[in-house]
């Protein structure tokens, strides 16, 4: 019975997002072992991943998505953006060869022209406009221009003061570039494209950020960050900073435009400087990022209007320079193994990979033994877990320390709670892995499917639903 309402509850979810908001998926390419084109399309269709976009329009890649019904956004490298936007020919070259000859057979439904070019390639933002403008009359010639959008994605550094999100404004000395592009993406019905990485914002804020309000985890009321002008509540970051970009928007009187994030996500291994690149921490993001997304519930200023997003990204990239993070924020490798386990619907249980269809809830290092003692008091007794394993003599008695009591118990709680959101937390002591805590003689719940009384049959009902 629960099992059905919750089958309905995904589908009702799944059609709504088709009308309303959508989780897409960032295709970067440098891989020392880069799948093909062909295993790529495979697996974006095994697990119902219907948008992506790529960095450039490369055209076995793009052979490989004809009648796939993926959506695909194409985009001109920085590398090409000086010739396009100096040259309406070359813009109108580049069109006919990389989208023209693609459609109707390839959906390609928007060109991100240039990648935060006003921050990356900052000699190239005189030409950016005229590059939008080339690009977009070409389309106009062709006829494509009511289905693929023109638009250039910005890094969210451009949006200064961006707390209180009211008071947020674009870098002014940016203004001869953003005016008239705001001005262009109006004018053409498309949107303002922003790379929103909490990460960063998080890693730069000094710990004025928490981690756990980047990582759009549950905060007590008296920490929410409210904006004083609107009293308008945030609960995460993402919405803060595309609040900002509205409101730097209306600052210059565009009010119309709406907000595409090309990019977010959270990595999950990094140099010993960036200790939050945790799996566990990319996997809460991401799960937390698409529910939020995919549940159109919007941003404060703008409840309820869809922030379509585009997870960074498919494969991990070992080619990638730079920090070590930058290699690991995919959400698969290179044989299509997802990296973790998404857990998605506010239960955990949707799933990439029907071997490793379960998560566990478990006692974080290093967290003060009082409190862990108090939530393991609080598990065993109203939270009604079975606590007779713990017992002397009993299989999950050793080790006979906090920590791993209240290892137990958390976990035993979440799973008896069927994984729902929230129910790993226990005043910020627990936190979600993928890894059984099972040893030895002491097996969890959700161990095996030994306890588990919902993973299991879930993985098997829906071993590819790993985006609704
Ligand atoms: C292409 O994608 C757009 C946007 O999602 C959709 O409205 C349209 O129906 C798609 N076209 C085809 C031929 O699938
Ligand atoms: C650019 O070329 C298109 C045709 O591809 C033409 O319609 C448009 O007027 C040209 N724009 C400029 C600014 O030359
Ligand atoms: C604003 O943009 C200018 C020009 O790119 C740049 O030099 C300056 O550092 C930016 N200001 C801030 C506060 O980021
Ligand atoms: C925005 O509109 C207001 C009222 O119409 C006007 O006073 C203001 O100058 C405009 N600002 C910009 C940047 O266009
Ligand atoms: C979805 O949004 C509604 C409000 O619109 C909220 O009550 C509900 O908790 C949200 N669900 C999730 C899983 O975030
Ligand atoms: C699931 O993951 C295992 C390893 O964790 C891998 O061997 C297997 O191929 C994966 N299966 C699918 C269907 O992705
Ligand atoms: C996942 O489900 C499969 C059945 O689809 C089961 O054989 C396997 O033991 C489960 N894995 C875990 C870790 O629970």
């Known amino acids: 019975m629960s099992l059905l309402v919750l089958l309905l509850l995904m589908v009702s979810v799944a059609s ?18 880069m799948p093909s084109p062909t295993q790529v399309v495979a697996l974006l269709k095994k697990q119902q991943i219907q948008h992506v976009r790529l960095y450039d329009a490369d055209i076995a890649m793009l052979t490989a998505f004809a009648n796939s019904g993926i959506r695909v ?11 396009i936007g100096q040259s309406n020919a070359t813009a109108a070259n580049w069109v006919s060869r990389n989208v023209v000859a693609h ?26 406009v005229s590059a939008l403008k080339f690009i977009h009359s070409a389309l106009v010639a062709a006829n494509l221009d009511r289905q693929v959008k023109v638009s250039t994605p910005h890094s969210s550094s451009i949006i200064l003061d961006s707390f209180p999100p009211s008071q947020a404004f674009f870098n002014r000395s940016l203004d001869p570039v953003i005016v008239p592009m705001l001005k262009f993406l109006q004018s053409t019905g498309s949107y303002l494209m922003l790379n929103v990485y909490p990460y960063y914002d998080y ?12 990582l759009f985890r549950p ?15 945030y609960t995460n970051v993402f919405d803060a900073v595309v609040d900002a970009a509205y409101f730097a928007m209306a600052y210059l009187n565009i009010t119309n435009v709406p907000v595409t994030v090309l990019e977010s996500g959270w990595p999950r291994k990094g140099d010993s400087n960036e200790p939050d690149a945790t799996v566990d921490n990319a996997n809460t993001y991401n799960s937390n990022l698409i529910r939020h997304v995919l549940n159109t519930t919007g941003t404060p200023k703008h409840p309820g209007i869809a922030v379509n997003t585009y997870i960074y990204e498919l494969y991990d990239e070992d080619l990638r320079p730079g920090a070590l993070s930058e290699k690991f924020w995919g959400l698969f ?5 997802p990296v973790y386990t998404l857990h998605l619907m506010g239960s955990g249980m949707v799933l990439a990979n029907d071997t490793t269809n379960n998560t566990y809830c478990i006692a974080k290092d290093g967290v003060d033994e009082k409190m862990l ?26 080790p006979d320390t906090v920590e791993a009591h209240a290892t137990y118990a958390f976990n035993a709680y979440y ?26 003689p002491c097996k969890f719940p959700g161990s095996g499917g030994k306890n588990g009384k919902f993973g299991n049959v879930i993985g098997m009902l829906l071993p590819s639903l790993f985006f609704l």
């Open 16 to 33: 709504a997002a088709d009308d309303g908001a959508f989780i897409g998926v960032n295709i970067g390419t440098a891989l020392s072992d």
């Open 73 to 83: 956004t194409v985009s001109v490298p920085n590398e090409q953006l000086l010739g």
């Open 103 to 128: 459609v109707p057979a390839v959906n390609i439904t928007a060109i991100a022209v240039g990648s935060e070019v006003l921050t990356a390639l900052p000699n190239a933002a005189p030409v950016l």
């Open 203 to 214: 890693m730069q804020s000094n710990g004025v950020i928490p981690l756990d309000y980047a």
């Open 219 to 233: 905060l007590p009321p008296n920490k929410e960050a409210v904006d004083a002008n609107t009293l308008l509540h």
């Open 333 to 337: 490798d290179a044989n299509g193994v």
């Open 373 to 398: 003692q108090a939530a393991l008091d609080w598990a065993c007794g109203p939270g009604k877990v079975d606590c007779s394993e713990l017992l002397q003599g009993q299989p999950c008695y050793d």
């Open 415 to 440: 799973h008896q709670m069927g994984m729902g959101a929230g129910t790993c937390d226990f005043n910020g002591v627990a936190a979600i892995t993928t890894t059984d805590p099972s040893h030895g």
